[in-house]
């Protein structure tokens, strides 16, 4: 099997962190973005050592806005200029309403924002080492997104879950818009439920945050979490899917709210605007 460079955001802490230790394991060269330095290094140190794979890389760095998450990519460009596979898994499910110094909503930008503008501004160099391929770690909760093109950038219809499901909706809208726009260029993109797992997802404190850690108890390991973004990433099953939603390893065709094209127009284009990127 061909060994990849792959970025994986959020590779230091649950889903992600098991997505890069089975993909060192796999002898890929691995590149965890992590927006804190020590657990980031404590991370790759750890991976190293239980895989024996030493081509284990850190780039620290935070997808809270987009000048830093266009410097993660400048990084990634600079260091890994053979990077072939990105995987999109970092994510949040917000607490409480905070807004970022781009005026966005928190989980706006880290669930849809960071993954639209690591796609893009990758986009070239993954085409050069194509065969490459973009895996977006989604939730099958964007079902019940109502994504407001008004409202929820800006966090104006804010709610903790209902925030979730609709960044979520918009990860989806940008990876079919990009699939459509990438067809036949040797690169994929493709977005995937990877099950209910235990991990530090939407934690807080009081009542409802130890109801929710006493209910995880009975979800899945991170393992478990990572197999079907570890396949999507490096199998040869799914070579040439593109712009494709997966609850693990079935594929599904997208939820009606995830088929008005006027909106995803839309919303591509306001996300462009907001990160003021290009992409022809
Ligand atoms: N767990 C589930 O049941 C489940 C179900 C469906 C989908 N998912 C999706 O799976 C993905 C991984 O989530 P998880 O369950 O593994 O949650 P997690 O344990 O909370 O891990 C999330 C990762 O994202 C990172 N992250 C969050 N905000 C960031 C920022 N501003 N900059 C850089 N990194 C940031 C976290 O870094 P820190 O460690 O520094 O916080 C952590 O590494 C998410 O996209 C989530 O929506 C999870």
């Not at 995987?87 to 880290?110: H, R, Y």
């Not at 008004?150 to 940008?174: A, H, R, V």
């Not at 977005?191 to 109801?211: C, E, K, Q, Y």
Request: hydrophobic share 40%.
């Amino acid at each position: 099997m061909k060994s990849n460079t792959i970025v994986v955001t959020g590779g230091n802490a649950g889903i992600g962190r098991a997505i890069a230790t089975e993909l060192a394991r796999q002898r890929h060269h691995v590149v965890i973005v992590s927006r804190n330095a020590a657990k980031g290094k404590e991370a790759c140190d750890t991976i190293k050592k239980v895989t024996g794979n030493p081509r284990v890389d850190l780039i620290e760095g935070d997808l809270g806005s987009i000048q830093s998450v266009k410097s993660i990519a400048q990084k990634i460009l600079k260091h890994f200029p053979d990077v072939s596979v990105l995987i999109n898994n970092a994510g949040i499910w917000p607490q409480k309403l905070e807004i970022n110094s781009d005026g966005l909503e928190m989980a706006f930008m880290v669930n849809h924002m960071a993954p639209l503008i690591l796609s893009i501004m990758l986009y070239k160099q993954l085409k050069k080492n194509r065969p490459s391929r973009i895996v977006n770690v989604n939730a099958g909760l964007y079902v019940f997104g109502n994504v407001d093109i008004e409202k929820t950038p800006y966090g104006k219809d804010f709610g903790k879950l209902s925030t979730y499901m609709n960044t979520k909706l918009c990860n989806i809208y940008f990876t079919q818009k990009f699939s459509h726009i990438i067809e036949n260029s040797g690169v994929t993109i493709n977005a995937v439920h990877p099950g209910v797992i235990r991990t530090n997802l939407g934690d807080s404190s009081g009542i409802m945050g130890l109801l929710l850690r006493i209910l995880k108890r009975a979800w899945a390991e991170p393992e478990y979490g990572a197999q079907a973004p570890v396949w999507l990433a490096v199998s040869p099953d799914v070579e040439n899917i593109n712009g494709k939603f997966f609850d693990r390893f079935t594929q599904k065709p997208y939820a009606k709210n995830a088929l008005d094209t006027s909106l995803r127009e839309k919303l591509w284009d306001l996300s462009l605007q907001l990160a003021s990127l290009t992409f022809k």
